[in-house]
């Protein structure tokens, strides 16, 4: 309950990542030290998650440099 208040009051996106290995995004955005939840498969190659608004600059980056995947901002 305390965590859902304090990423409220921060800030959150969600995102939405596809690609052929959208779980290699998971494992980059760990590496980088980015706080994402609420991770959802869609299908096999499209996941949905949430980052923190700090987070969201830095996750979209790693997708850009990731040719092969596509960044949608719900």
Do not use: D, H, Y
Request: proline share 3%.
């Amino acid at each position: 309950m305390l965590k859902r208040m304090v990423n409220a009051l921060r800030g959150s996106v969600r995102l939405e990542v596809s690609g052929a290995f959208p779980e290699r995004f998971l494992n980059l955005c760990a590496q980088r030290g980015i706080v994402f939840w609420n991770v959802e498969w869609l299908e096999a190659t499209r996941l949905r998650l949430t980052v923190t608004r700090q987070g969201s600059g830095p996750a979209r980056a790693l997708v850009l440099l990731q040719q092969t995947n596509r960044l949608l901002m719900l």
